[in-house]
């Protein structure tokens, strides 16, 4: 044994170990989108599969310890070496899934890319505290694991902040490569420095050792490490929706659920106590929302999302940090906690949008949460009052009443917005439920209550219209509004199609696609650009808006990559766009840049580019790659249209980069919100939009857009106007692409739309 216990290499080798695991869950992920098309669901299938993995680990790492230092290093290292020869880090080369196969098609490709590498990087965590608490002057091993989250919260934020801004994926693959050969050289310095101990498993027999942990504790272990889990996924479900698939927001909420741990598993037990008394306040005032199916896409929304997980699980894992065992039990401690990582990712990923056809998965989660949250009582207003435990639990049911009333006026009262009595009613609930908070069997009900009084009962109610449908790729809802004559399709919060019901205008173009947008232009003059028989191409079905620009003897192809979404389109007693304007015109499902790949070259006189997620535009639909797949597609004089409405994304600078890289001609037409144009606009209908438009030849585009204006008339909208590029923006690539550049950050508090 050494004649130091080495402390510093043992850290090091976690910080190295747990920075790389998380520096390369992103990057896998980044890899991927241009074969899985950009779905928010891609990420939390990525963490269920890494979740699995860690607990694989975890697995080996508890099983190796039956064995003497010596042995286990041996073994590790060799499968560190084996592991190897998946590297540099690249994506298999399997069939693309058949449509509706994503959920099962995502693990296997991620398990064949990457799995034997992170299964045993995923391990040297536990492996390492074990060895480091074998010399019995190391001290408390459990430290170590906030050392370890620490890396991982490092790892993960450097990822969209330095390495992917600055470098492309294959030096991305080759860095990490050299670093896992520096973890190799770590792990055998760490054993090294173990090389002599004798220390085993805890079944091994020992004086004085603690008894093995219960069943019940060890179950106890698994709820609470679970709810923090499927937390963290149902929070990135609503960021990557309702902004955009992209690694700056996937890694939020994973850093933040890492960095819980950092806090605590330390010694900074004041902080942690902290978090703890004022998670069931929080709980109250973020959670009581989490219901509401309105207005959930706003940047504020996601933020206090993002602070009552991270207040959430802070709490949550210092119960579990107070509950941990003696260090003998140490790595089936952290097995278990895996096990319940990978059952909240289960839930969260992929039971729920299974069996839900809403998000119901994170209120339920916030319950669950209220139901394992240690609760000190904010307000022992019992105590003040000097009142037996029976008197004050009578008065506390007589709270619950009150609140069953007050959410019973609040949902009888809702009309969409938390506003005038909904908002007086809802502040009398989140009181109540402060005065509660000592007693779990009233805070929970009360909590329940809340959330069905602000916004919830609509929420439920809307499940059993049969107008909401949910899929791999998100959630759809379609709602009447008879007062305006319409009908809507929300994908998530964003609109996504709007029909009008007043006799004689049900087939006309709303929301962006109106007669006046770049789009509606377009295909108005499609004879007189392309002839008679013009040749459309579509990708994203939406309601089927677009549909009705078709001519008699015009061929059109449409792409969609949801089969949800072509059954709602299809369906005539939700929208009729489709059945009553292009009834046969064929519907390719699948990825639209890989079906359009597949194309014989020159299919198509004028494509356009409508393909959103919610609010956000799948980045691999963007790349110089992509534009090159829809180049090819385009006859000789085609006409490319891209539709780059977005609220938290400017994207023009991306497209000006790659028709300049092109040497294409490139115009943008910016209709603003009806409400400005009265002159034009039936604002009840329409929505302002952004489409650029991009040619070959300059002649061509002015066929399209005649003169253009300069920028300066762009404010008045209704105008085609050039392109504005941006100083050394770098083209947007599959190996390289960087969002930070093109992000709004003045419009990240409020809602554009």
Known sequence: MSATPRRWLFVLTILAGSFLLFQVQPMVARMVLPRLGGAPAVWNSAMLVYQALLLGGYAYAHWLGRFEVRRQAMIHVALLLAAA???????????????????????????????????????????????????????DPYYLYAASNLGSFAGLISYPALVEPTMPLAAQSWGWSAGYGVLVLLVAASAAARWHSHATHPEAPQKDAEPRPSLRRQLHWLLIAAVPS????????????????????????????????????????????????????????????????????????????????????????????????????????????????????????LIAPLIFDWAYEHPLLVLAAALLLPLPALLPWDKWLKLSPAKARVIVALLIALAAFASWKAASEWTGKVEGAVAVWGIAIFVIGMLVIGWRWAYVPVLALLMLGVGGWDTVQ??????????????????????????????????????????????DPTTYYGHQSGVGLALDKAEVLAGAKASVGLVGLGAGTLSCYRR??????????????????????????????????????????????????????????????????????????????????????????????????????????????RGWAAAIRMDSPPEERPDIYDFSNLTGSNWVALTATPGRLAELTGPLE????????????????????????????????????GHLIGNKQ
């Not at 659920?257 to 902080?271: C, G, K, N, W």
């Not at 509004?481 to 205008?505: E, F, K, S, V």
């Not at 599959?734 to 093109?742: I, R």
């Open 462 to 507: 809307d499940s059993f219209t049969g107008m909401r449908v949910r899929s791999y790729f998100g959630v759809y809802t379609v709602t009447d509004d008879p007062y305006r004559q319409q009908r809507r399709l929300a994908h998530g919060t964003t609109l996504h199609g709007l029909q009008r019901t007043d006799a004689g205008h049900e087939l």
């Open 230 to 349: 499927g937390l963290m996924l149902s929070t990135t479900t609503h960021l990557t929706t309702d902004i955009v698939a992209m690694p700056l927001l996937w890694v939020l909420p994973l850093g933040l659920y890492l960095l819980s741990f950092v806090i605590a598993f330390s010694t900074a037990e004041r902080l942690t106590q902290i978090f703890t008394t004022i998670a069931p306040a929080v709980l109250l005032s973020v959670g009581g929302l989490a219901l509401l199916s309105t207005g959930g896409g706003t940047m504020l929304i996601a933020l206090a999302a993002l602070a009552m997980l991270f207040i959430v699980a802070v709490a949550l894992h210092g119960y579990l940090y107070h509950l941990r065992p003696a260090p003998e039990h140490l790595t089936l401690f952290y097995l278990i906690m895996s096990a319940g990582g990978v059952l909240g990712g289960l839930f969260a990923a």
């Open 710 to 745: 300069s920028r300066t008339e762009a404010a008045k909208a209704g105008v085609w106007v050039p392109l504005e590029s941006r100083p050394h923006f770098d083209r947007w690539t599959d190996d390289y692409a960087s969002t930070l550049p093109v992000l709004l950050w």
């Open 552 to 661: 008699p003897g015009q061929r059109w192809m449409i792409f969609e990559i949801d089969p949800a979404m072509v059954q709602i389109a299809r369906d005539p007693s939700k929208f009729t766009f489709l059945s009553r304007c292009a009834p046969n015109v064929p519907i390719v499902i699948g990825d639209a840049r890989l079906r359009i790949a597949t194309l014989p070259p020159a299919q198509f006189d004028i494509l356009v580019i409508d393909a959103f997620s919610s609010d956000a535009i799948p980045l691999h639909l963007l790349t110089a790659e992509a534009i090159g797949i829809y180049v090819r597609a385009l006859k000789p004089g085609g006409i490319l249209l891209i539709h780059i409405s977005n609220r938290f994304f400017d994207l023009e600078p991306v497209l000006s980069a790659e028709a300049k890289a």
């Open 85 to 139: 020869l998946w590297l540099p880090i690249g994506i298999a080369n399997i069939a693309p899934p058949a449509p509706g196969q994503e959920a099962l098609w995502v693990p296997l490709l991620l398990l064949a890319s990457i799995g034997p590498v992170f299964f045993a990087v995923s391990a040297q965590a536990p492996l390492m505290q074990r060895w480091f608490a074998a010399d019995a002057r190391a001290g």
